[in-house]
């Protein structure tokens, strides 16, 4: 069996990531995961804190930490986080441990080795105020592109264009906000990229066919017509890993570069002989997910880093980013009241309903709209209505109505039914469609709900005339059809799934096996509501 790899973009160590950030990479990777994994697939799921980079050195010095101690209780409270979201990482590491180090480091002496390591003059700006080199991220001022006066020294958050920090017009300090910048010659490494664009098109042109989403390409491609560019890969600062090379030992490597590497090194941080095993093996699916602003990283820079040191490791098969969820058309980030961070999410609403919630709303091909109107809407009308509520009245009216119950299938043209819903169900998360692969569950429970309103079996149940063998198959198949539900629903709402599935006799994760089973239900106990409603009381809470 094929071994598959996961990542989702590693979330920066400065701050606990708020719900936009979970929905375009770590949450659409766990389902996918728990997908994998409920098929029996070999599959590891690797993510970590992205511990360097200058964000995180200036809040440890606001903090008078060090930078460091600053991460590393970061990275604590971001994993305890996630385990309330039930994300259910192979590893979650840091990029700032050893065996990133030495994985780094082996990477840049090969890249080094095979010619692909310049040395590059460059302007690196310099705060006279605060009298310290800046990174690129630090300079903020107008695009020269779109002339958005909000970009940053490295990228343009309005058009989505890698900037260089001299092209910025009007450039400021952001930390001190003065502009008493100069540019001084530093002398950098830079990745050559331009030696390797021919193998880095190539790259694009074969694996883009696995499913990447059409903006990950033409993006990608019209980069790549554009001509790619040296690209700085070292910085004047302190809190990194140092430059492995004589001539630049006091930088470090910039955080891009050992960020991305970090897929590697944390999978070595978990394990190192695994590591290679996964990340070595030829036939290994690399799947990555991201938001839509860390395309070109994996894409270009990544692959360029992984083609150039030529040791061995799986390239991206399959780029997975998202477009951005928004509110009133901002994006969902910067957004008052709903720029949630995870703490802060979990503690108004049970996880479940914001996974639901989120992947019935995760901006797939496009920006989707996010307001709490709508959160409440999908709660209460899908996740509690639709779903909570067939499953709830398929048990009760069945505990009623024991005698009815003998071997619980799906029968007839309920069979047929519901397995053209489950085979869409798996044929959209193989297209990597997540949204439509949830939309295919709630269109499952949306048919058991028909059936129910349609054919009315507690009138059937009175009435002498009705032939009983007809309306205990209908019965039998609508519990069979709460059990597929509660089966398909794993990898969206984890916490519900297993509960309910408890009453199945379901005691572990759930997998596509199971649906093979004989399913036995205990019809001893009525079980609780899978969901509830939320009202003004929880909205609130948003204020
Ligand atoms: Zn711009
Ligand atoms: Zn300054």
């Known amino acids: 069996m094929s071994k598959t790899i996961v990542t989702a973009a590693l979330p920066y160590s400065y701050s606990i990531p708020h719900l936009g950030n979970f929905v375009g990479s770590v949450l659409p990777a766990d389902v996918y995961f728990k997908y994998l994994k409920m098929g029996g697939e070999d599959a590891i799921f690797i993510c970590g804190s992205d511990q360097h980079g200058t964000p995180t050195e200036i809040k440890a010095m606001e903090r008078k930490q060090r930078p460091e101690d600053f991460a590393n209780e970061m990275h604590d409270k971001t994993k305890s986080a996630f385990d309330k979201f039930d994300c259910s990482f192979t590893y979650y590491g840091k990029t700032n441990s050893e065996q990133n180090r030495e994985t780094v480091y082996k990477i840049f002496q090969a890249l080094h080795k095979n010619g692909y390591i310049g040395e590059t003059q460059s302007l690196q700006p310099y705060c006279n105020f605060d009298k310290r080199f800046l990174v690129d991220r630090f300079i903020e001022g107008t695009c020269p592109h779109c002339k958005s006066d909000k970009a940053r020294g490295d990228q343009c958050d309005n058009c989505g264009r890698l900037l260089d920090p001299k092209d910025i017009i009007n450039p400021r300090c952001k930390i001190c906000g003065k502009s008493d910048i100069s540019f001084l010659k530093v002398k950098h490494l830079a990745i050559r990229l331009d030696l390797l664009q021919g193998k880095i098109e190539k790259f694009i042109e074969t694996n883009s066919k696995n499913n990447w989403p059409k903006a990950a390409k033409n993006k990608s491609l019209s980069y790549i017509k554009e001509g790619l560019k040296p690209r700085d890969i070292t910085r004047r600062m302190d809190w990194g890993f140092k430059v492995p090379l004589e001539g630049f030992t006091d930088s470090v490597l910039y955080v891009w570069f050992e960020a991305v590497i970090g897929y590697i090194?944390?999978?070595?941080?978990?394990?190192?002989?695994?590591?290679?095993?996964?990340?070595?093996?030829?036939?290994?699916?690399?799947?990555?997910?991201?938001?839509?602003?860390?395309?070109?990283?994996?894409?270009?820079?990544?692959?360029?880093?992984?083609?150039?040191?030529?040791?061995?490791?799986?390239?991206?098969?399959?780029?997975?980013?998202?477009?951005?969820?928004?509110?009133?058309?901002?994006?969902?980030?910067?957004?008052?009241?709903?720029?949630?961070?995870?703490?802060?999410?979990?503690?108004?609403?049970?996880?479940?309903?914001?996974?639901?919630?989120?992947?019935?709303?995760?901006?797939?091909?496009?920006?989707?709209?996010?307001?709490?109107?709508?959160?409440?809407?999908?709660?209460?009308?899908?996740?509690?209505?639709?779903?909570?509520?067939?499953?709830?009245?398929v048990i009760k009216f069945s505990i009623a109505h024991q005698d009815l119950i003998g071997k619980i299938e799906l029968h007839g043209e309920y069979k047929e039914k519901v397995e053209a819903i489950k085979d869409s169900y798996s044929k959209y998360f193989n297209n990597m469609q997540l949204r439509e692969a949830l939309h295919s569950v709630v269109e499952l429970a949306t048919l058991g709900n028909t059936i129910l309103s349609e054919r009315r079996p507690w009138e059937m149940a009175k009435d002498p005339k009705v032939d009983k063998k007809e309306l205990s198959e209908m019965l039998e198949s609508l519990l069979a059809m709460v059990y597929y539900v509660d089966v398909l629903l794993y990898p969206f709402t984890p916490n519900a799934s297993r509960k309910s599935l408890l009453q199945f006799s379901i005691k572990k994760d759930p997998s596509f096996e199971d649906l093979k089973k004989k399913i036995s239900i205990d019809m001893g106990t009525i079980p609780q509501p899978m969901f509830s409603k939320i009202g003004e009381e929880e909205l609130a809470k948003f204020e």
Do not use: C
């Open 265 to 393: 090194g944390i999978t070595s941080e978990w394990d190192k002989k695994k590591s290679d095993e996964y990340w070595l093996a030829k036939e290994t699916k690399l799947i990555q997910f991201m938001g839509k602003d860390n395309i070109e990283f994996h894409t270009l820079m990544w692959p360029g880093i992984l083609l150039g040191s030529n040791l061995g490791y799986v390239l991206p098969t399959t780029i997975k980013s998202a477009e951005y969820l928004t509110s009133n058309a901002e994006k969902f980030s910067k957004s008052r009241g709903i720029g949630l961070d995870l703490e802060k999410a979990v503690e108004i609403l049970p996880s479940d309903y914001w996974r639901f919630t989120l992947m019935y709303l995760y901006p797939e091909t496009s920006d989707s709209e996010f307001t709490l109107e709508i959160l409440k809407e999908v709660i209460n009308n899908i996740l509690n209505d639709k779903i909570g509520n067939f499953s709830q009245r």
